[in-house]
Nanobody, 123 residues
Framework: VQLQASGGGLVQAGGSLRLSCAASGRTFSSYAMGWFRQAPGKEREFVSGISWSGGSTQYADSVKGRFTISRDNAKNTVYLQMNNLKPEDTAVYYC?????????????????WGQGTLVTVSS
């Protein structure tokens, strides 16, 4: 499985970005997917996860109400719509595939990781 994240960039506080993650392989629709992020000098943290069907989603408290995760199994792609961005959202964002059909809030629940895309939010 290969995961290719894109859509990062520089945006002002209050702005929006949409991250995309294209996955290779025929098992994409069988597993949950997730997004994590890692800010400079900080540990990687869970941002959001989505079940295999898209029917169940999870969010970190810090992004609830601002970020929306979705997936298109026909396109083997998962998205992260980020609105009302804040400077503290600045990080490298990683797309990841879960070990199961349901999203996990911890990194050990995921076994494939993309290369990351940088999101920078200026104040």
């Amino acid at each position: 499985v290969q995961l290719q994240a894109s859509g990062g960039g520089l945006v002002q506080a209050g702005g929006s970005l949409r991250l995309s993650c294209a996955a290779s392989g025929r098992t994409f629709s069988s597993y949950a997917m997730g997004w994590f992020r890692q800010a400079p000098g900080k540990e990687r943290e869970f941002v959001s996860g989505i079940s295999w069907s898209g029917g169940s989603t999870q969010y970190a408290d810090s992004v609830k109400g601002r970020f929306t995760i979705s997936r298109d199994n026909a396109k083997n792609t998962v998205y992260l719509q980020m609105n009302n961005l804040k400077p503290e959202d600045t990080a490298v964002y990683y797309c990841t595939k879960a070990r199961t059909t349901w999203p996990q809030g911890e990194a050990y629940g995921y076994n494939y990781w993309g290369q990351g895309t940088l999101v920078t939010v200026s104040s």
